[in-house]
């Protein structure tokens, strides 16, 4: 005797890799900009809008010839909320660039069961993209870039000079 499938089972959720291709393209158009800023440095700090607004720290964790990972954390805003972090992993062949790593989970998989005790939905990886891609779009329309203030020598007292 068979046991009947259930709908559930039927309807598993299927990556939409077309969709998940073409934000991860979007995404690598965006971070190229972004790393044309970064140049040979190894982290970058952008202020974002007015004064106080916050900032991103853009910080390079690996480079290889064919692959680079950043490091994508925004200044906490609040003691109650957790900064946000991603970790983006940068294909250079393929042209694309996907997130592989959100803060506090270690890695972002492809797709969930669900429901699931996490409470993690099916599409999460395609979803996290789409905030990268929002964020990015963000950053490049507000960010500032921040340089280094070096504190200015004191001026040398007319006593001084005269000696």
């Known amino acids: 005797m068979t046991q009947a499938r ?19 393209e979007t995404n690598y158009a965006y971070l190229t900009r972004i790393q044309a800023l970064l140049g040979d440095d190894d982290s970058l700090s952008l202020a974002l809008g007015e004064p106080g ?8 964790l690996e480079r290889s010839p064919y692959t680079t990972l950043l ?3 925004q200044d906490r ?18 042209r694309s660039a996907e997130v592989v790593a959100v803060a506090p ?5 492809a797709r969930h069961d ?18 990268l891609s929002d ?4 950053v490049l329309a507000q960010g500032a870039l921040q340089r280094p203030v ?5 001026a040398a007292s007319a006593a001084g000079r005269e000696s």
Request: net charge positive; with cysteine.
């Open 6 to 24: 259930s709908p559930r089972a039927l309807r598993r959720y299927r990556v939409n890799l077309r969709e998940l291709m073409t934000q991860c």
């Open 53 to 60: 607004a916050g900032r991103v720290v853009i910080r390079v």
């Open 71 to 73: 490091a994508l954390e």
């Open 77 to 94: 805003q609040h003691a109650l909320m957790p900064s946000a972090r991603l970790d983006v992993r940068l294909y250079h062949d393929a």
């Open 105 to 109: 989970y270690r890695q972002v998989p």
């Open 114 to 131: 669900y429901p699931n005790s996490a409470m993690h939905q099916r599409d999460e990886k395609l979803q996290w993209n789409r905030f």
């Open 135 to 138: 964020w990015l779009r963000h």
């Open 150 to 154: 070096w504190p200015q020598p004191p």
